[in-house]
């Protein structure tokens, strides 16, 4: 059975910072790219950092140089680290992974950055 699992996410002040985490399972982690999107309230969902199978890694604009995604092959986990959080980061973050054919959601976590 396929699984994303997503947690990390909470109530975090502006400027401050969480790691987001996605326990996958079921599938061959190391042939995915692994992505995180996110979706804020009435907006459409949106892609903000991948990390491909060679570590290869790319960003959204918009989080660039305050996120960081990395993964574990090991583990089968792939992570997020997001700085200087702003109340515009407010949203559910999914974790997505992508090959040649097939691809997969977890549920998503929520982040809202609010004092």
């Known amino acids: 059975q396929v699984q994303l699992v997503e947690s990390g996410g909470g109530l975090v002040q502006p400027g401050g910072s969480l790691r987001l985490s996605c326990a996958a399972s079921g599938f061959t982690f190391s042939r995915y790219a692994m992505y995180w999107y996110r979706q804020a309230p009435g907006k459409e969902r949106e892609f903000s950092a991948v990390i491909t199978t060679d570590n290869n890694t790319n960003y959204a604009d918009s989080v660039k140089g305050r996120f960081t995604i990395s993964r574990d092959s090991a583990k089968k986990m792939v992570y997020l680290q997001m700085n200087s959080l702003k109340p515009e980061d407010t949203a559910v973050y999914y974790c997505?992974?992508?090959?040649w054919g097939s691809g997969y959601w977890g549920q998503g976590t929520q982040v809202t950055v609010s004092s």
């Open positions: 997505h992974a992508t090959t």
